[in-house]
């Protein structure tokens, strides 16, 4: 069996998949949503302290397991150093006890690979990657290289939710309590906002104008009702998606995809995977989506991905792992 670990950001999860069938023997994830709410977003001592209490509780579940593990997969990059180095520090001691090879995994790459849980993977492939820390159109080559084709400036896709729903008092996290309120907007002309970098020729994202657009109109509400916060959530998702969009429909003219999937946490939102089933759908292209439940963090792709690098032991010894809060992949500039 492969064990993977995930402790980038705010949640804890442990995963143990055989190898051989990619079968789940464990999954369990501890997040940390609730003991954050109350910020409105994630505080990284906090997280800090939290993993350190969940990973040895997921990890006494899997204590008959331990005698099985060929290999373990560890997030090390990209995510907050406090919440990182708790998942390595683990795998490095279980690594040592075990006396069992550790595989790095990049976070991002696991993402890809929640859209391959169950089954080999083939590329070559496009990908949007929409998270609370990226928003990224990516592709990986025939040998599963990746290269970044557009990024964002600012926000990302996720966290301008996260940042609505902070200014309207929904909670925390954004993503899944924007997209309801969207749903109950029965006005879906009342707020228009602007498309970020529209005209601009660049493949490149920015969310914070959007963002500020939101908080103007809000400030000149004096009192803000149930349906105000449905009217505002639709207008701002729509535009989001449509953002999104307005660049990948770029992107599609100059890349030949026949496979596309969109993976990340936001890749739950149903407006933006109803217009890529579109987009797909008009260049005959096959539209790949990971499980809803697997779109957020888990250690169930961190296995997945870990997999791969197992089969071509790629293996780190546990002096030369180290983490990197932040990481990036190799650029390509697509002739506009
Ligand atoms: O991938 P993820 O679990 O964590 C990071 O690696 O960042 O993504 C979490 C992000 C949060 O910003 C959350 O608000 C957003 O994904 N999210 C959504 C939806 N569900 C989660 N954003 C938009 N629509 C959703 N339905
Ligand atoms: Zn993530």
Same mark, same amino acid.
């Given at each position: 069996?492969?064990?993977?670990?995930?402790?980038?950001?705010?949640?804890?999860?442990?995963?143990?998949?055989?190898?051989?069938?990619?079968?789940?023997?464990?999954?369990?994830? $501890?997040?940390?949503?609730?003991?954050?709410?109350?910020?409105?977003?994630?505080?990284?001592?906090?997280?800090?302290?939290?993993?350190?209490?969940?990973?040895?509780?997921?990890?006494?579940?899997?204590?008959?397991?331990?005698?099985?593990?060929?290999?373990?997969?560890?997030?090390?990059?990209?995510?907050?150093?406090?919440?990182?180095?708790?998942?390595?520090?683990?795998?490095?001691?279980?690594?040592?006890?075990?006396?069992?090879?550790?595989?790095?995994?990049?976070?991002?790459?696991?993402?890809?690979?929640?859209?391959?849980?169950?089954?080999?993977?083939?590329?070559?492939?496009?990908?949007?990657?929409?998270?609370?820390?990226?928003?990224?159109?990516?592709?990986?080559?025939?040998?599963?290289? $990746?290269?970044?084709?557009?990024?964002?400036?600012?926000?990302?896709?996720?966290?301008?939710?996260? %940042?609505?729903?902070?200014?309207?008092?929904?909670?925390?996290?954004?993503?899944?309590?924007?997209?309801?309120?969207?749903?109950?907007?029965?006005? %879906?002309?009342?707020?228009?906002?602007?498309?970020?970098?529209?005209?601009?020729?660049?493949?490149?994202?920015?969310?914070?104008?959007?963002?500020?657009?939101?908080?103007?109109?809000?400030?000149?509400?004096?009192?803000?009702?149930?349906?105000?916060?449905?009217?505002?959530?639709?207008?701002?998702?729509?535009?989001?998606?449509?953002?999104?969009?307005?660049?990948?429909?770029?992107?599609?003219?100059? @890349?030949?995809?026949?496979?596309?999937?969109?993976?990340?946490?936001?890749?739950?939102?149903?407006?933006?995977?109803?217009?890529?089933?579109?987009?797909?759908?008009?260049?005959?292209?096959?539209?790949?989506?990971?499980?809803?439940?697997?779109?957020?963090?888990?250690?169930?792709?961190?296995? @997945?991905?870990?997999?791969?690098?197992?089969?071509?032991?790629?293996?780190?010894?546990?002096?030369?792992?180290?983490?990197?809060?932040?990481?990036?992949? %190799?650029?390509?500039?697509?002739?506009?």
């Amino acid at each position: 069996m492969i064990l993977g670990i995930e402790s980038s950001c705010d949640d804890s999860s442990v995963a143990l998949i055989d190898e051989g069938t990619l079968e789940q023997i464990y999954y369990k994830k $501890i997040s940390q949503e609730e003991e954050h709410a109350i910020f409105g977003g994630v505080v990284p001592e906090l997280a800090a302290r939290l993993h350190t209490k969940a990973l040895p509780a997921l990890l006494n579940d899997i204590l008959p397991n331990l005698k099985d593990i060929n290999a373990i997969a560890v997030t090390n990059e990209p995510g907050l150093s406090v919440s990182l180095i708790g998942g390595v520090s683990m795998a490095k001691a279980l690594s040592i006890a075990l006396n069992i090879p550790l595989i790095a995994v990049n976070h991002l790459v696991g993402h890809i690979y929640s859209l391959f849980l169950d089954r080999e993977a083939t590329f070559p492939l496009g990908v949007l990657l929409v998270s609370g820390g990226h928003t990224m159109i990516l592709e990986a080559n025939e040998n599963g290289e $990746i290269l970044e084709l557009a990024s964002t400036s600012d926000d990302s896709f996720g966290e301008s939710f996260d %940042k609505v729903a902070k200014m309207l008092d929904l909670g925390y996290p954004g993503g899944a309590v924007v997209q309801q309120n969207a749903l109950l907007c029965e006005d %879906k002309d009342r707020f228009k906002f602007t498309v970020p970098l529209l005209h601009d020729k660049r493949l490149e994202y920015s969310f914070s104008g959007l963002k500020n657009q939101v908080r103007v109109e809000i400030s000149k509400l004096e009192t803000i009702t149930q349906k105000d916060i449905a009217d505002i959530c639709y207008a701002f998702e729509n535009t989001a998606c449509e953002h999104i969009l307005n660049k990948l429909d770029k992107v599609f003219k100059l @890349r030949n995809f026949k496979r596309f999937g969109v993976v990340g946490g936001a890749s739950a939102n149903l407006n933006l995977r109803k217009r890529l089933e579109t987009l797909c759908q008009k260049n005959e292209c096959e539209l790949l989506l990971a499980p809803l439940s697997f779109c957020s963090d888990n250690a169930l792709m961190i296995a @997945r991905a870990g997999r791969e690098k197992y089969l071509k032991k790629e293996f780190i010894s546990h002096d030369k792992l180290t983490i990197n809060p932040r990481v990036s992949f %190799k650029k390509f500039e697509l002739d506009l």
